[in-house]
C-alpha cells in the first residue's frame, strides 16, 4: 500500500483566544489534488501553513499530528524543516509581487532556492532556473530570468513563483489562492499549467481557494471547511453536484453562474454563521442579482447619466507611449449597470478612472450630469490605515463644505447604517473590519457624495463567494431604491453577468463588443468574447476537463500558450 504523501490528524491551530482551526483530519497521496475550499476565517490557509511548519516561532499554539513526505513536522528540527520547505514541498502564495524581492531578477532568485537545497555551481543554478521558467511557459526564459518582478505581468510572476517550487523538483505543492487576481484567461492557463505538472511529474497538489469553480477544475477531491472544522469533504463531482451539508449548499448557491438565457432568477445565500453585519437585507426575486442576467427593468430614455464620446488615454511619449483607452464612446442611464470585462491591461480600468475624472481624457469628452464617485478593488489600501472609518466617510461631505461635527456624524451614522455596518463603529479603524465590511465602509464613502454614478473597480474580486455575494445584493439595493447608475469593472464574467443590464468588452483599449448582457453571453460575435466565456471555471468537473482538453487541440498561440495580456511586457 502506497505511503500517504501527508497525513494530518487533529490539527489545532489557535491564535491567542481565537481557534483558527479545531480538529481537522485528513490525507493526501502521491500525485493526488486534494482543494480545500471555504470563506475567509475558514481556517484553510491555516492549515495550509502548517503543513510546513510556518507557525513555528509566530506565538501561534498548534497541536495534534502532520506529517508531510515522511517528516514529522511538528517534531523536526529546524534543519529539517528548511530541507522539507522548497525541497520536499513548495509552497505557491496568493500575491506574487509580495513574495517575489524586488531588487533582484527573477533567475536569480530561483538559483538562489536550487543553491539552497541542492548545491552546486552557480552555472548550474542558473540553467536550472532557466530551464523550470520556461516550463512553466515564460517565453524566452534565458532573457526574460534576467528581469525583476515589475517588469513580470501577473500572471507571469505568478508562473515564477511555481517555476522556484518546482526548481528543486517536490513531491508536493501547496498553492495558495493561486489565481485570486488573475484574469479569467490567465486564470485558465495557470490552472491548467497545474493539471500538466501533476500529469509530468506525479506531483501531489493541495489547493487552498475560496473559488469553487477554481477547485472543480484542478482536483479530484474537495474539502470544506467552516469556522476551523470539516463540514463536508468526497469526490469533487459528487461534492458539487450533490452536497449533503447545509453549509456546503449555501456556498455552492452563492457562486455566480453563466447559467442560460431564461434561468431563473436567484437571492444570493447566506451561509448559516454569518455575521450579522456582514449579511445583506432581504431582497426579493424580482430585483436580486441573477445568474442567468439580470431581469429589473431599466429607464433607458432620457438623457444618460454620463457620455463619453471618442475618449483616448494615452500614457509615456514616443517609442514608449502606451495607449490604454482608444477612441471609446458609450453612455449609461439612471437606474442602468453596464459592466465592463476583459484582460488584465484591456484599458477598463483606465477607462473608469476617466469616468469618474480621476483622470483627463487625452481626446474625445466625458459629459456627467451629475456626481460620479468611485469603489475601488481593494478597501484596505484605499482607507488611510491611520484615520478611522467614519472620517473617511466623512471626508465627501466635508469636501462639500459641511463643517458641524454633530451634522457630519449623524450623516455619516446613517450611511454606515444604509449599507449595513454598526453606526456606533465611526472611531474604529478599517484592520478591525472584515474585507466584505471594508468594502461596505468604502461604499458608504461613495453614497456620502449623492452621485448618480458610481463606478465599481473590481469590487468583489478579493471577496469570498458569500462576501461577494452580499456585496453585490447591497449594490442592486442602493441602485434600486437611490436610481443610480452603475459600472462595474470586473475580469469575472460570471459576476458581470449577475449585476449588469448590458456588458461591454474590453481588449486593447477598445470595446469589442457591447450589447444587453443576455444577448452578448447568449450569442457573442466577436472570438475575444467567445474565448474570455470559455476560460469561466465550471462547477462541473466533467465539463471543465472537456474544455481543458478543447483549449489544447493544436499548437497554443505562442511557442509556450502565454496569452495575449501576458506578453505585453517588453
Known sequence: MTEPLV???GLGISFGEVRAVDGLSFTLGPGAALGVVGESGSGKSASAYALLGLHRGTGARVTGSVRVAGVDVMSATDAELRALRGGLAAMVFQDPLSSLDPYYAIGDQIAEVYRVHKGGSRRAARARAVSVLDRVGIPDAARRSRSRPHEFSGGMRQRALIAMALACE???LIADEPTTALDVTVQAQILDLLHDLRRETGLGLLLVTHDVGVAAESVE???VMRRGREVERGQVGAVLAAPKEPYTKALLSAVPRLRPAGAPPRAPSVPEGRSSSDAPRAESPSTAGAAGGRVRPFAAGGRPVIEAVGVSRTFGRGRAAFTAVDDVSLRVHRGETLGIVGESGSGK???GR?????????????????????VFQDPLSSLNPRRSVGESVADPLRAAGERDHSRIRARVAELLTRVGLD???YDAYPHEFSGGQRQRVGIARALAAEPELIVCD?????????????VVALLAELQRELGLALVFVAHDLAVVRQVSDRVAVMRRGRIMEEGAVDAVYRAPKDPYTRELLAAVPSLDPAAAAARRAARHPSPPKDARGVAESERRVP
Open 7 to 9: 497525513e494530518v490528524a
Open 170 to 172: 517536490p513531491r508536493l
Open 221 to 223: 477531491e474537495v474539502l
Open 349 to 351: 480600468t483606465t477607462l
Open 354 to 374: 476617466m469616468l469618474v475624472g480621476l483622470l483627463e481624457p487625452g481626446a474625445g469628452h466625458i459629459t456627467r450630469t451629475g456626481s460620479a464617485q468611485m
Open 423 to 425: 453606526p456606533d463603529r
Open 458 to 470: 473590481e469590487p468583489v474580486s478579493a471577496l469570498d463567494v458569500t462576501t461577494q455575494a452580499q
